[in-house]
T-cell receptor, first 116, second 113 residues
Framework: GAVVSQHPSWVICKSGTSVKIECRSLDFQATTMFWYRQFPKQSLMLMATSNEGSKATYEQGVEKDKFLINHASLTLSTLTVTSAHPEDSSFYIC????????????FGPGTRLTVL | AQSVTQPDIHITVSEGASLELRCNYSYGATPYLFWYVQSPGQGLQLLLKYFSGDTLVQGIKGFEAEFKRSQSSFNLRKPSVHWSDAAEYFC???????????FGPGTSLSVIP
């Protein structure tokens, strides 16, 4: 099956710094990528949808200036958490879809962010 | 409003016993329904999905799910649980199979040897 990778798998940073998380589709071109956030012992909440070459669409309540999403190519989307604070500590998961023909989406393994 | 509920936060079963995880949904149109499993340190893995056709869907790892429109339910079952099935299970709904999905709160499964 198709593979989606995320880098880094975990990151620890100081409060106030910015952190970039990469999501890559390794063996297919992803026209759409989704970013989810998962707090401990909780479900995944959709943050935003990104389409290659266009601005991301954010879900209600998600600060677009804080969570910058860039889908610069058909195989890479990045999520940058700007001026991170401890409350941003979470598990961030991306997923990717190719096109209508593949009929499914594939999830990455997630990135654990800890802000001190 | 679109939502997914999983009434059981945590379930413990003995190895070899049968399993049923409950899922109810609220969705305006006929949705795609999914079950995903998340093991510690692992990404989400799709167990099965349903949109139309036979209401009993077979998935991977011996899992199956039954769609009941009248009850807005999509319960996951396995006849005999293995210790390796211990994980977090999420029910989800979506407009299509490749669009964003709405996840339920999850059910944590523990398996007693």
């Amino acid at each position: 099956g198709a593979v989606v990778s995320q880098h880094p798998s975990w990151v620890i940073c100081k409060s106030g710094t910015s952190v970039k998380i990469e999501c890559r589709s390794l063996d297919f071109q992803a026209t759409t990528m989704f970013w989810y956030r998962q707090f401990p012992k909780q479900s995944l909440m959709l943050m935003a949808t990104s389409n290659e070459g266009s601005k991301a669409t954010y879900e209600q309540g998600v600060e677009k200036d804080k969570f910058l999403i860039n889908h610069a190519s058909l195989t890479l989307s990045t999520l940058t958490v700007t001026s991170a604070h401890p409350e941003d500590s979470s598990f961030y998961i991306c997923s990717a879809t190719a096109d209508l023909s593949t009929d499914t989406q594939y999830f990455g393994p997630g990135t654990r962010l800890t802000v001190l | 409003a679109q939502s997914v509920t999983q009434p059981d936060i945590h379930i413990t079963v003995s190895e070899g016993a049968s399993l049923e995880l409950r899922c109810n949904y609220s969705y305006g149109a006929t949705p795609y329904l999914f079950w995903y499993v998340q093991s510690p340190g692992q990404g989400l893995q799709l167990l099965l999905k349903y949109f139309s056709g036979d209401t009993l869907v077979q998935g991977i790892k011996g899992f199956e799910a039954e769609f009941k429109r009248s009850q807005s339910s999509f319960n996951l079952r396995k006849p005999s649980v293995h210790w390796s099935d211990a994980a977090e299970y999420f029910c989800a709904v979506g407009k299509t199979s490749y669009d964003k999905v709405i996840f339920g709160p999850g059910t944590s499964l523990s398996v007693i040897p």
